[in-house]
């Protein structure tokens, strides 16, 4: 579904991204997984379209979409999140919704809004103002919902589960693996947390220094030494 071949990316002197190159199945869920400043969200920025690679390929589907703007790879399946919600907070979280679905899939489709409501617990609140009073979970549930909303085949999810507590966490992660298989969509997430990336996905990829360091079942990839180091700064811990 989705194929990295050796893709570079430069800021100027500072190389965020080198030679990154894998690949992962249609439905799998995948964790992208580094230590801060590793070049996880560049990655997400490359294959969505934000910044333009140096160097290297992005296959989805079999097809190169490294030159295509970013509302064409939308419309082709790619969706993604952001570490910080975005919403529009001048608009409801339905007129949010229906922005992004015209954005991503072209046309607005209500059933399908109400069923995104549904399967993300947003329909109380679905003809509230997105800046009020929406919680930093709600507005998580928000900024999946908006992905959901584009009608992706993959989904870049950026930190989504961060910075909430453990029950919270658990709800959301049963939420992603709904989704997964409901819309039949693979899902690529940025996560800190090991437990995390051990109970939601059956790869992950580590990135260091813009390298992918280590790439397989997360009990493989944690128990390798060089991400042991990247985590901790000592091989042994
Ligand atoms: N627009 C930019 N201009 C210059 N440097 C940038 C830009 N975006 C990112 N960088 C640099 O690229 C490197 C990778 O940053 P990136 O945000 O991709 O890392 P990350 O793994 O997502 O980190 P975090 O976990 O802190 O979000 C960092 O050194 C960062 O300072």
């Known amino acids: ?22 690949r992962m ?10 230590p801060n400043g590793a070049g996880k969200t560049t990655l997400f920025n490359a ?8 160097g290297g390929r992005i296959l989805f589907e079999e097809q190169d979409i490294g030159r295509l703007p970013l509302h064409q790879r939308a419309r ?30 072209g046309r607005a489709d209500a059933a399908r809004l109400d069923e ?24 998580k549930r928000l900024e999946v919902a908006k992905a959901l ?29 709904e989704l997964q298989a409901r819309f039949k969509i693979g899902i690529v997430i940025v996560e800190h947390d090991i437990e ?9 990829v580590v990135l260091n220094f813009g390298q992918v360091i280590a790439d397989g079942t997360p009990s493989e990839v944690f128990r390798n030494p060089a991400v042991v180091e990247s985590y901790t700064g000592t091989a042994h811990a």
């Open 149 to 177: 909303a584009t009608n992706p085949k993959l989904l870049l999810l950026d930190e989504v589960l961060a910075g909430l507590e453990s029950q919270a966490k658990r709800h959301f992660m049963l939420k992603l693996k």
């Open 76 to 105: 082709r399946g790619l969706g993604r999140t952001f570490q910080i919600p975005q919403p529009m907070h001048q608009l409801t979280v339905r007129e949010n919704l229906v922005v992004a679905q015209v954005f991503g899939a």
């Open 25 to 34: 199945g249609p439905g799998e869920i995948l964790g992208l997984v580094g």
């Open 116 to 139: 995104i409501l549904e399967v993300m617990d947003l329909k109380s609140q679905a003809d509230r103002d997105a800046a009020s009073g929406l919680a930093l979970q709600e507005l």
């Open 47 to 54: 294959i969505s379209g934000l910044v333009r690679p140096r």
């Open 1 to 22: 579904m989705l194929k990295l071949e050796n893709v570079t990316v430069r800021f100027g002197g500072l190389v965020a991204l080198k030679d990154v190159s894998f």
């Open 196 to 204: 995390t990336i051990s109970n939601l996905c059956s790869r992950a």
